[in-house]
C-alpha cells in the first residue's frame, strides 16, 4: 500500500465539462420543428402513391436546426475547487431555511463561478449568463458544478452499456 506522502502527489480535482446551449432561439427552433413532424405525422394520409410525406421536409429542417443547436453548445470545464474554499463558499450563502444547506438563489451562480475554469468567470458573469440561458441549462452548469464537489468518483460507475457493448464486439473487454 502506498503511504500518504505518493497518494497526495498523485491526488488531482475532479473535473467535468458540460455543453451548455448558449443559442434559446435554436433551441426553440428545434422544440418547433419536433412538434411540427409530429402532428404532420400523426394526421397525414396520402391521396396516392405518388404524394410524398410532408415529414421528409420537416425533418431535414429539424436535422439542420439540431446541428446548428448542437454546434451553439459551448463547454464549460468545471474543477474541485477544494475543501476550505468549498465549505467557505457554502457559508457565504446560507439558507434562511434550517433544513436546506444553501441560499438557492446565490449559491449556485457562486458555485458555477468558482469552479469554472474554462472559461474563467466572475460571479457577476455567472449572473449574467444566467440571464440569457434557460433554466435547464443553468441546471446542467448547477449539476456539474455540485457533481465535481459531492459525487464520488468510481472507475466502475458510471457504468455505460453502450461502452461494454462496443468494446465487446470489438474484442476487447466483456
Same mark, same amino acid.
Given at each position: 500500500?502506498?503511504?500518504?506522502?505518493?497518494?497526495?502527489?498523485?491526488?488531482?480535482?475532479?473535473?467535468?465539462?458540460?455543453?451548455?446551449?448558449?443559442?434559446?432561439?435554436?433551441?426553440?427552433?428545434?422544440?418547433?420543428?419536433?412538434?411540427?413532424? @409530429?402532428?404532420?405525422? $400523426? /394526421?397525414?394520409?396520402?391521396?396516392?402513391?405518388?404524394?410524398?410525406? %410532408?415529414?421528409?421536409? *420537416? !425533418? =431535414?429542417?429539424?436535422?439542420?436546426?439540431?446541428?446548428?443547436?448542437?454546434?451553439?453548445?459551448?463547454?464549460?470545464?468545471?474543477?474541485?475547487?477544494?475543501?476550505?474554499?468549498?465549505?467557505?463558499?457554502?457559508? @457565504?450563502?446560507?439558507? $434562511? /431555511?434550517?433544513?436546506?444547506?444553501?441560499?438557492?438563489?446565490?449559491? %449556485?451562480?457562486?458555485? *458555477? !463561478? =468558482?469552479?469554472?475554469?474554462?472559461?474563467?468567470?466572475?460571479?457577476?458573469?455567472?449572473?449574467?449568463?444566467?440571464?440569457?440561458?434557460?433554466?435547464?441549462?443553468?441546471?446542467?452548469?448547477?449539476?456539474?458544478?455540485?457533481?465535481?464537489?459531492?459525487?464520488?468518483?468510481?472507475?466502475?460507475?458510471?457504468?455505460?452499456?453502450?461502452?461494454?457493448?462496443?468494446? =465487446?464486439?470489438?474484442?476487447?473487454?466483456?
Amino acid at each position: 500500500m502506498p503511504d500518504i506522502t505518493e497518494i497526495l502527489k498523485a491526488a488531482t480535482p475532479r473535473q467535468r465539462t458540460v455543453q451548455v446551449c448558449v443559442r434559446g432561439d435554436l433551441a426553440s427552433e428545434v422544440e418547433r420543428l419536433t412538434d411540427e413532424l @409530429a402532428r404532420v405525422t $400523426e /394526421n397525414w394520409e396520402p391521396e396516392s402513391i405518388a404524394d410524398e410525406h %410532408p415529414g421528409r421536409r *420537416i !425533418a =431535414a429542417e429539424l436535422k439542420t436546426a439540431r446541428d446548428a443547436a448542437k454546434a451553439a453548445e459551448v463547454p464549460f470545464l468545471l474543477r474541485y475547487i477544494g475543501d476550505r474554499a468549498y465549505h467557505d463558499l457554502l457559508a @457565504a450563502h446560507p439558507s $434562511e /431555511n434550517a433544513n436546506e444547506l444553501f441560499d438557492d438563489r446565490t449559491f %449556485p451562480k457562486a458555485l *458555477i !463561478a =468558482a469552479a469554472c475554469v474554462d472559461p474563467k468567470m466572475t460571479a457577476e458573469q455567472a449572473a449574467e449568463l444566467f440571464e440569457a440561458v434557460n433554466q435547464g441549462e443553468q441546471k446542467k452548469l448547477f449539476d456539474g458544478a455540485w457533481e465535481v464537489h459531492n459525487d464520488a468518483a468510481s472507475t466502475a460507475s458510471p457504468f455505460s452499456l453502450a461502452a461494454s457493448a462496443l468494446l =465487446a464486439g470489438l474484442g476487447g473487454e466483456k
